[in-house]
């Protein structure tokens, strides 16, 4: 028993007690994270908070079939937008970090933009179909990311970059469809031109000559080539024999 009391002294050690008002260590980690912070970091944060409300639900009300929100609106918004973001580019390039006090009013306008377009999108949620909420969510988290990684990046040679990505979403944004049929449209116009890519590429890989079959080889075929051994060219070509007879077929 003295032995196993011994023992059990050895394994088992006292807890440490933390201290009243002492931070732990996820606690620090949380304050160091927001120390790291940007002016711009409130458009993630907004959008984080109203994208569930763009989610796909399992009891849809009714779908609109008009426009559900006037084409004007966006425009405005973005116009709105187009403007805040390229002054706080332009103020961004001759501030002194990301964390310029002179950045912090030119920031505010432009979350005060992100806000209103952020609602104008959960505006456009209400009748709207798969189609729609899906390109609603795209236009949102994209406009965010953007909005985000540009104040991240100001102090860094990736700004103007940054800058011009975040007017591009702009442009997506204005873009958007405000009813369901042109949602729909534009889904099944995208099909189609992914489609037509792929075919495209097939037809390309199919005009290419088998090496070893009657013709000149054409496509990826070379005088160098030509020296090389068969089983080379063959593992080189796009399709192998059996895999190009079964497309022609088809």
Known sequence: LAQAFAGSRA??????????????RRRRALVSAMAEDHHLSAAARVWQ??????????????????????????KKIAKLLQQTITKFGASAAVAEGRMDPALKSIANEVITAFTAAAGTL????????????????????GL?????????????????????????????LERVSVQNRAATRRRILMSLAQIRDANRELSEALREKVPGEEGEPEGLMSDEDDLAPVD????AANLEPHERRLVEAI
């Open 232 to 235: 080379d060219l063959e593992q």
């Open 122 to 141: 959960l505006s456009l949620r209400r009748g709207a179909g798969r189609c729609l909420r899906q390109e609603l969510r795209d236009a949102g988290g």
């Open 49 to 74: 908070d109203i994208r569930s409300e763009l989610e796909d639900k399992a009891t849809e009300g009714e779908l609109v079939d008009s426009a559900i929100l006037p084409p004007e609106e966006l």
């Open 144 to 172: 965010a990311e953007a909005i985000d990684q540009l104040g991240a990046s100001v102090g860094t040679p990736n700004m103007p970059i940054c800058a011009g990505k975040s007017l591009d979403r702009v442009k997506h």
């Open 11 to 24: 394994v088992f050690k006292p807890r440490r007690i933390r201290r009243p008002g002492r931070p732990t």
